[in-house]
């Protein structure tokens, strides 16, 4: 099968053509021997199928890192290109146009955001521009589709540029500069309210402010969809639905036994109790699909919808200079930002920071103090039914954790953390079908994650429990779970299963009746003490095993310090 490569820089809607050249279902894949995510997807030329892959964004075939490593080993591997520039940044652009045109390959340029260009008063001579590049040029507008049937014709004409003369970079842009002059021309006009707007989000007087509105509405949305989809959607639908067959199960198994313990689980005043009766069938299902999914769907939707409008970039930019006091640069907020969603993602992220002490900073600092919106679901369930404050005292821990470990790290690691370095695109509205496309694959991925991981752990601890191995390790963990951090020896079960999921470990909480200085500091432990299998395999793959020691060592030590701590002066302040 054919494959037709779809290349070009970072924001220049690319993931859009890709969701207007492609059909509804695509796969996101690791390129073979690494953790570098790229798109795949069909599409039909000639009557026949092709494979388009969506190349990871590179500015030049000169790598700089691991991800444009790959694309230029994709490119290798590809049979046809689709070179997508962004018609605003003609002459940046154009740079990794000439690097393609000379690898041989058949290709065809396709200048997208024509509309925003023509709103700017830019120009660009299509004819003129495909005459001296020799090969195939399309304007496009991805958004609404404008120019993608001619893209997919035109595409059928893809070729190599005859009698190419290989040249040095600066020979490159030498040849650049001058044919921009040929074909692209610049009226002057004076700027719209939208882009003054864009230029106030980035001054820190206005955009601080800005930034922090932006959070408080992303933290309320989350809870009230969250929220909303649980309480009139999913409890009604296992009530209604699924709490009947597992009575009769439960029935069929004689309302006991290892077997019923295993698949039900212990029923609660003679009824399931889907947080508590830690059955495969109830809690097993429960937990990922009714307690998680609705608050990882708000998150990856509100995520999706930032991403798409332009905000992430100069967030970065913004919180640059506050970043650096952490031993990171501001483009580091976002595998952050991703980490909430899910560590793993949040951590393969992380590569596009340049520096290793920067990687091994950021993949730290988050997998100690970022809890994912599973962990987050949980906790508000669990520590929010105590009220406020609790929450406040748990996610304002987490943040001076983040805070002064960051500043610890960044003074005694040695390295240096580059200035940053990113293209800021103009505010967009979001494609629909591209934007559900991509909301739809996280959730996809989440829901083929969690719910084996949260299945195998419902298990392992029934099983510990029946061996009485739980109750052996809480004996000998007994000095530090009851001595320095006030837990019952039963939370031992709980941080057993938190290293597999730790959403799950949270609601392992709620049977244990914990007053409220022990359900926060149950809660910032588990968050902190080690991430999941899942982002630990990922984490060793990346920092290696020597850095992922070292780091662990620090998530230990930082987790016994500060849960400490918040035993002491909790139970001192609200003993009294």
Not at 385 to 410: D, P, Q, R
Request: charged fraction near 20%; charge should be positive.
């Amino acid at each position: 099968m054919k494959k037709v490569l779809l290349i070009g820089n970072p924001n220049v809607g690319k993931s859009v053509v890709f969701s207007r050249l492609t059909g509804v279902h695509v796969i996101s894949s690791n390129y073979p021997g690494t953790t570098v995510e790229f798109t795949e997807g069909s599409i039909k030329l000639d009557k026949k199928k092709a494979k388009l892959i969506d190349v990871p964004g590179t500015y030049t075939l000169d790598p700089t890192c691991k991800a444009e490593e790959i694309a230029v080993k994709m490119i290798d591997e590809g049979d046809l290109i689709v070179n997508v520039v962004d018609a605003n940044n003609l002459e940046r652009n154009l740079l990794i146009t000439q690097q393609l045109i000379e690898t041989g390959k058949p290709m065809v340029v396709a200048i997208n955001l024509w509309d925003e260009a023509k709103q700017k008063g830019i120009k660009i001579d299509i004819k003129k521009l495909e005459k001296e590049l020799g090969v195939p040029v399309v304007a496009t507008v991805a958004t609404t589709g404008e120019g993608i049937k001619k893209l997919v014709n035109r595409i059928k004409e893809a070729k190599p540029k005859k009698n190419v003369i290989k040249s040095s970079t600066s020979d490159k842009w030498k040849k650049i500069g001058e044919l921009v002059c040929k074909v692209q021309t610049v009226t002057h006009r004076h700027k719209t309210a939208l882009e003054k707007f864009k230029d106030l989000t980035v001054k820190s007087w206005f955009g601080i402010p800005f930034a922090l509105i932006i959070l408080v509405t992303i933290f309320i949305l989350i809870r009230f969809i969250g929220e909303g989809l649980i309480g009139y959607v999913f409890e009604p639908l296992f009530n209604w639905l699924w709490t009947p067959l597992m009575m009769y199960l439960s029935g069929l198994f004689g309302s006991g036994g290892f077997i019923h313990d295993i698949l039900i689980g212990e029923l609660i005043d003679g009824e399931i109790d889907y947080v508590q009766s830690l059955g495969l069938l109830t809690t097993g299902l429960f937990v990922p699909i009714a307690m998680v999914l609705p608050y990882v769907f708000a998150f990856y939707l509100i995520l999706s919808v930032l991403e798409d409008i332009g905000y992430l970039p100069r967030f970065a930019v913004l919180v640059d200079t506050f970043m650096h006091k952490i031993g990171l640069h501001g483009l580091s907020i976002v595998p952050m930002i991703l980490g909430f969603g899910c560590n793993v993602p949040g951590v393969l992220s992380a590569r596009i920071l340049e520096s290793k002490r920067e990687k091994f900073i950021a993949m730290t600092l988050m997998c100690i103090t970022i809890p994912c919106m599973a962990q987050i679901a949980m906790i508000v369930g669990l520590v929010g039914s105590a009220g406020e404050l609790g929450l406040i005292i748990v996610f304002g821990t987490l943040f001076l954790v983040w805070i002064i470990l960051g500043g610890i790290m960044n003074k005694f690691i040695k390295g240096e953390s580059p200035e940053i370095y990113t293209e800021i695109p103009p505010y967009r509205l979001p494609n629909l079908k591209s934007l559900l496309k991509k909301l739809w694959m996280r959730i996809k991925k989440f829901i083929g994650e969690a719910v084996p991981y949260v299945l195998l752990g419902v298990l392992i601890v029934n099983v510990l429990y029946a061996l009485g191995i739980i109750d052996f390790v809480g004996k000998i963990t007994a000095p530090v779970i009851k001595g320095l951090l006030g837990l019952p020896e039963a939370a031992v079960g709980a941080i057993i299963v938190g290293f597999l999921r730790k959403d799950v470990a949270i609601g392992m909480l709620l049977p244990l009746g914990l007053s409220f200085t022990q359900l926060i500091v149950a809660s910032v432990v588990l968050a902190m003490y080690f991430p999941c299998v899942a982002t630990f395999a990922v984490l060793v793959k990346e920092l290696g095993f020597k850095d992922m020691l070292k780091s662990g060592t620090i998530m230990l030590g930082v987790t016994i310090l500060v849960g400490t701590i918040l035993n002491y002066g909790l139970s001192m302040v609200f003993s009294t």
